[in-house]
């Protein structure tokens, strides 16, 4: 797992794209805002969870990352800029983006 350091407030513009060996990211507390293809083709990025106190989330921050299926929205979250695939589904604890595949009720959304 790599941990992002505490005091970090945001990650710029691709800071971590392409890193194809990045699997899990632990983000700090201190984490505002996540930039445009933040993360992009991070193919191997599985889990991320953001930290309640992300109020911003770019465009792309996440295109190309393959193996992650779905990321936790924090309810501190006010802006998202596009977000070209996935779907956003609201559940019990809270909003979801689902990457892949989405299970409601009885219907499966393949995306």
Not at 15 to 21: G, I, N, Q, Y
Not at 31 to 56: D, K, N
Request: positive net charge; hydrophobic residues 45%.
């Amino acid at each position: 797992m790599h941990q992002l350091p505490q005091g970090l407030e945001r990650i710029e513009w691709k800071a971590l794209s392409e890193c194809k060996a990045l699997k899990t990211v632990a983000l700090p507390k201190s984490l505002t805002w996540i930039g445009e293809e933040a993360f992009a083709r991070c193919s191997a990025l599985e889990q991320i969870t953001l930290p309640e106190g992300v109020t911003r989330l770019d465009s792309r921050a996440f295109a190309g990352c393959k193996k992650l299926e779905q990321l936790r929205l924090p309810q501190s979250l006010t802006a998202v800029q596009s977000v070209t695939i996935g779907v956003f589904v609201m559940g019990k604890s809270g909003l979801v983006l689902f990457f892949k595949e989405v299970v409601h009720s009885n219907v499966v959304i393949a995306l």
